[in-house]
């Protein structure tokens, strides 16, 4: 498959002008409804023509609580994803959490992800640099738009000039976050391309339960506001019953509320550019 960074620009300049999106369930719970969801959003996204880039976690290893879903298995879920890259012919991303993960999450997805605690993490982000994979870096909620700079020259300097950055909020408080737009221009100041996180962002984290909470109700107000400021890209996790979501349901898109939003979305973005 063609590198998919290579693909963005390109594809951001076909007749629709549109963002490109990053979306799927939170984690692989099963074959089943990881193809059923990448289905709807690639029938979606192919009548939209929006780039789409398909998402979901092997493995969460950032749970609040013990008992928690954490996967089902790497190989197998990692395979998963790499069936429905192959089968669809989208190109997948998948998060990793530590530097041996990186070799083994590369022999199957497009793109490696870093989650945004673990965005200073030097040894990791040189580790997925090494792949020669793209990798997108989530910003550190505790961190401004220009402090990502410093992740981004660690993998350019560890010989991998495919990057992405992705905003997903700050922390606010102890159990909120607060999305600031200017980090969106900001971090486009480094020349790669920028994405906003429509879901995480809306977390409300260490609630008293164990579980995380969310304001899903306020995606479409998230994702409005990026493409007005102009945010190159998307992501957004989704799913076709949040409720019954093994990992994030509190603040995932249900799946059948994707293509109404899309389609709000393609007009301001037309309208902006």
Do not use: W
Request: with cysteine; proline share 4%.
């Amino acid at each position: 498959m063609q590198d998919i960074l290579a693909q963005i620009p390109q594809l951001q300049h076909t007749q629709s002008g549109n963002f490109f999106l990053m979306a799927g369930p939170c984690v692989v719970e099963g074959e089943d409804i990881v193809f059923e969801t990448a289905q709807r959003i690639k029938t979606i996204t192919d009548a939209l023509q929006i780039p789409l880039i398909f998402k979901a976690s092997y493995r969460k290893a950032n749970r609040s609580r013990i008992d928690s879903f954490t996967g089902i298995g790497d190989e197998n879920a990692l395979q998963i994803i790499a069936r429905v890259g192959k089968q669809l012919g989208i190109p997948t991303v998948t998060d990793i959490h530590e530097s041996h993960e990186a070799a083994l999450a590369a022999a199957y997805v497009d793109v490696l992800q870093i989650p945004a605690f673990l965005c200073r993490q030097t040894d990791l982000l040189i580790a997925a640099a090494k792949t020669g994979k793209t990798v997108n870096i989530k910003k550190g909620q505790f961190l401004s738009g220009e402090a990502m700079q410093h992740a981004v020259q660690k993998v350019r300097d560890a010989g991998n000039k495919q990057v992405m950055l992705t905003e997903r909020g700050t922390t606010f408080g102890y159990q909120d976050l607060v999305v600031d737009y200017r980090a969106i221009p900001a971090m486009q100041q480094f020349n790669v391309p920028v994405i906003m996180d429509c879901t995480h962002s809306l977390q409300q984290p260490n609630q008293s339960s164990g579980v995380t909470g969310g304001q899903p109700a306020l995606i479409g107000t998230i994702a409005k506001a990026a493409i007005a400021v102009g945010a190159d890209g998307l992501f957004i996790e989704t799913h076709p019953n949040p409720a019954k979501a093994k990992s994030d349901g509190a603040n995932m898109l249900h799946l059948d509320n994707l293509e109404a939003l899309l389609k709000g979305l393609i007009k301001i973005r037309k309208a902006i550019v």
